[in-house]
């Protein structure tokens, strides 16, 4: 197996050897456009990587697609002072989510979620893409930030439908991550208190997760191919 990690100074190949321990292998500086590397998402085969690089130009945050040791900086939206960040990639590298920069009507830089496929960034406004099956056709992720209106939506580019959902007496709702098909989305919300929730879009249902034994909050961070086995973390807190 083959994992690949992109640090502040160097880009990493961590694979096994002969089945015994893992190894290190440095694969290359990085370029000398981009001095420190952040990444947030791996392709379903490892081929790509994506995240945020930070520029040496200006010392700005870009959005960046790795393959095969080649940095690919996406650039960012139209307008604003330029910062972008990639959150997702699909299995074949061609469709890329995340956050860019736009000016509102009060001259005011505000973030708004893109997606960039075949080298063409496009705005998708007040969504905010945290996640993407592996065929780059489902993407998922919230909208909104003020009580009783933040909003989860899916996303399902083929048929060029967008559903929302809100969980009532829930704000800060995003959704975390889809399954292989799309139809199963693991959503977190933060206030009154964490919680998780599993949304099934062919019923339109949303199933609360709940707690660990003796805890009051739950974070969800990621889901299975079929969508059945959730991962994130659990417990109480207090002041």
């Known amino acids: 197996m083959t994992f690949t990690i992109l640090s502040a100074s160097l880009l990493w190949i961590v694979t096994s050897v002969g089945g015994g321990d893992a190894a290190f292998i440095p694969l290359r500086d990085l370029q000398d456009d981009y001095w420190a590397v952040y990444p947030s998402d791996i392709s379903l085969a490892g081929t790509f990587v994506v995240g945020r690089a930070t520029r040496t130009i200006d010392d700005r945050s870009e959005a960046i697609l790795w393959n095969n040791g080649q940095f690919q900086g996406l650039g960012d939206l139209p307008t604003g002072d330029f910062s972008s960040q990639a959150a997702a990639v699909s299995l074949d590298g061609r469709t890329v989510v995340g956050i860019g920069n736009v000016t509102n009507d009060n001259g005011d830089n505000i973030g708004n979620g893109f997606v960039w496929f075949d080298g063409l960034m496009t705005s998708l406004g007040e969504l905010s893409p945290n996640a993407i099956t592996p065929d780059g056709n489902i993407v998922v992720g919230g909208r909104g930030s003020g009580y009783g209106d933040s909003v989860v939506f899916h996303w399902n580019r083929s048929a060029g439908e967008i559903i929302e959902v809100s969980i009532p007496n829930y704000d800060y709702t995003r959704a975390e991550d889809v399954s292989e098909d799309g ?57």
């Open 183 to 239: 139809n199963f989305v693991v959503v977190s919300a933060q206030l009154p208190s964490s919680s998780a929730f599993r949304w099934r879009i062919d019923e339109n249902s949303i199933e609360p997760l709940g707690v660990l034994l003796g805890g009051t909050q739950t974070n969800p961070t990621a889901i299975s191919v079929d969508g059945s086995v959730i991962v994130g973390t659990g417990g109480s807190y207090s002041n």
